[in-house]
């Protein structure tokens, strides 16, 4: 199938979102994602959730005069704001509404393998968070969606009112790590039998009702990440698409993950430790018998946080972590 792809500065679909591109989201550990990129004259760059567009407008910029990159994102609204904001770098730059599951498809499509570098900046962008219909906050009362494609697949409403008790406990508990999970599920189930659950705030109160409130964060933060990793299949899209950025990449191309929640960073740390070593046998066995050898070697020895003075100024850098490796 085609790839459903646009120049920058094209439309998508019929958008309804406008307005100043990029203000509404600041993209987190800007510097050290250029440091660890380090984007260079003509390389090929692909950024897997290009958002707003604020680190691929920087790497089109430290590439320039001729770099080339190529912006992946679920969002149709994220990318028709992109696409303004990188108009001025012309055709440069390639946007493709899809999933970043499907990168090696779409750099080849787009004949730009093999890659220097590849960006994934992971979870949900401001502008999401703060377009109340979305459902991806219990700020305000909206429909329950969480989908980063509007177009395909099931809401986190839809989850709601169709997942079994046990499953929809298992999906708070691993996704959450919600340590109320099966009470909450319980409840939600009980809940669903007199009246489907719909609205962000209706989770929200549902959830506070089951665990009450202590500390700062609401007592609903937890499942709600965790129904929006289930709607949006998140880990295993990031999981499907680590092997494949290493296949993409050229000798000394780079890989640059950030990630907000100790889920994912789990997972792109575990990648890039395994991918980093000639053996993968188990400590055990005497002799090496899975001929496994390195295609990448680690660059962040340990894992890059934002400063104390990132945080004061953008809140969403406060759980971002940084890891980089580079292709052998
Ligand atoms: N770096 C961006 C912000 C990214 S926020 C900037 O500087 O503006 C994360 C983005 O990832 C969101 O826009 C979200 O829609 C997108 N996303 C989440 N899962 C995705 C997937 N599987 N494929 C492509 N994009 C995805």
């Known amino acids: 199938m085609k790839p459903d792809n646009i120049r920058a500065g094209g439309k998508i679909g019929s958008s309804a979102v406008s307005g100043d591109a990029g203000a509404s989201h600041v993209p987190v550990l800007l510097d050290e994602v250029i440091h660890w990129l380090a984007p260079r004259a003509g390389g090929r760059y692909i950024d897997c959730t290009v958002g707003l567009g604020g680190h691929l407008s920087a790497i089109l910029e430290a590439s320039a005069p001729d770099g080339r990159a190529l912006g992946i994102d679920l969002d149709a609204d994220a990318l028709s704001l992109a696409g303004e904001r990188l108009r001025p770098f012309g055709d440069r730059v390639v946007l493709a509404r899809d999933s970043y599951r499907n990168l090696a498809r779409l750099v ?18 401001s502008l999401q968070l703060d377009q109340a219909e979305r459902g991806f906050s219990f700020r305000n009362d909206a429909p329950l969606d969480m989908r980063f494609d509007r177009t395909t697949g099931l809401t986190a409403a839809d989850l709601l009112a169709t997942v079994d008790e046990s499953e ?9 790590e919600e340590p109320r999970a099966r009470a909450i599920a319980r409840a939600i189930v009980a809940e669903r039998q007199r009246r489907p659950i719909k609205t962000t705030g209706e989770l929200a109160r549902l959830i506070e009702r089951v665990v009450g409130r202590s500390g700062r964060a609401h007592p609903a933060t937890r499942a709600f990440q965790a129904l929006r990793i289930a709607v949006n299949g998140e880990l295993d899209a990031i999981e499907a698409m680590l092997p494949q950025a290493v296949e993409l990449l050229a000798p000394g191309g780079r890989l640059v993950a950030i990630s907000f929640h100790s889920l994912e960073d789990r997972i792109v740390k575990q990648f890039i430790a395994e991918a980093s070593r000639d053996c993968i046998c188990p400590p ?22 934002a400063s104390s003075a ?16 580079e292709r052998i």
């Open 108 to 125: 080849r499509w787009h004949g730009l393998d093999p890659v220097d570098g590849i960006l994934v900046d992971l979870g949900v962008s």
């Open 168 to 176: 929809l406990a298992a999906i708070l508990f691993r996704y959450g």
């Open 284 to 305: 055990e066995t005497p002799v090496c018998v899975c001929g496994h050898r390195a295609t990448l070697r680690r660059l962040t020895k340990s894992v890059v946080t």
């Open 310 to 325: 990132e945080v004061a100024r953008n809140p969403r850098a406060r759980s971002a972590k940084l890891r980089a490796a």
